[in-house]
């Protein structure tokens, strides 16, 4: 158990960089106490670990030392064998690089284990879409991926209303979050965060111009956020004017230009 937690440090730090003992203690799931007695053994049998005092010091690794450990055990093979390649990936256009990774770590195990990744594609699969589940056209996908992942802002389109009416924005893209095989883009505009369905977008065009993501923004809780205040206002609680009719159709409007709720 103790070597599993030794190596895991090791990648965190070769990984993430520098990082703080209270941190590592909450990746580890164990105390700080625990790391700062994990780092004086990795120092003692060599490893280039160091410790940075200050606010704004922490654990780190030497830049020049790289590990290549491939230690797995059989059973993180087993759930890394597990993911199966979902539509979402291909519609990212990243599925290759995936499918390619996994072949390499294939060809890295033991001869004894090379055979595990078709035994448990054969005993598990991962189905992300639901019954009955449309194929959304999703021509700006990849256009917002790489826009995304290059920092740079987006000019999207949609319709609002039943006149068709088209509304231009340019947002700052945060994240793509596929919620049961469907994408949604989480953009900023103006300082407040929304939401757009991509298959909605009637276009997405990528901006010269760049933006900084904020420093503690945190997609999974925001994305998380958003749901669960889309959930209340589905249920149709709380009214803040007390009439339903009209909260009802004004959180349709705001939902549809991707607007926070009143």
Request: aromatic share 8%; glycine share 8%; proline share 5%.
């Amino acid at each position: 158990m103790r070597a599993d937690r030794l190596i895991s440090m090791i990648m965190l730090l070769q990984t993430r960089g520098r990082m703080s003992a209270r941190e590592l203690a909450a990746e580890l799931e164990v105390s700080e106490r625990t790391v700062c007695r994990d780092v004086e053994a990795l120092s003692a049998d060599g490893i280039p670990i160091y410790c940075e005092p200050g606010r704004d010091g922490g654990l780190a690794l030497l830049d020049s030392y790289r590990t290549s450990l491939t230690g797995l055990s059989a059973g993180e093979a087993r759930a890394l064998f597990m993911l199966s390649i979902p539509a979402c990936l291909d519609e990212l256009g990243v599925a290759g690089h995936l499918r390619s990774a996994l072949l390499k770590l294939a060809a890295s195990l033991p001869a004894t284990r090379r055979g595990d990744d078709q035994r448990v594609r054969q005993c598990f699969y991962l189905d992300s879409t639901w019954w009955h589940e449309g194929q959304d056209a999703l021509p700006h996908l990849r256009a917002i991926y790489q826009s995304l992942w290059e920092d740079r802002r987006l000019q999207v389109s949609n319709a609002i209303g039943e006149l068709g009416l088209r509304l231009d924005q340019a947002v700052d893209p945060y994240g793509l979050v596929a919620k049961a095989g469907v994408w949604h883009l989480v953009y900023a505009q103006l300082g407040r965060l929304g939401v757009k369905r991509v298959s909605d977008l009637l276009d997405a065009i990528p901006l010269e111009s760049r933006f900084e993501r904020p420093a503690g923004f945190d997609l999974v809780a925001s994305w998380t956020d958003w749901c669960a205040r889309r959930e209340a206002r589905a249920s149709g609680f709380p009214f803040p004017c007390g009439c339903r009719r009209h909260c009802w159709n004004a959180s349709r409007v705001r939902s549809a230009a991707g607007l926070a709720p009143p």
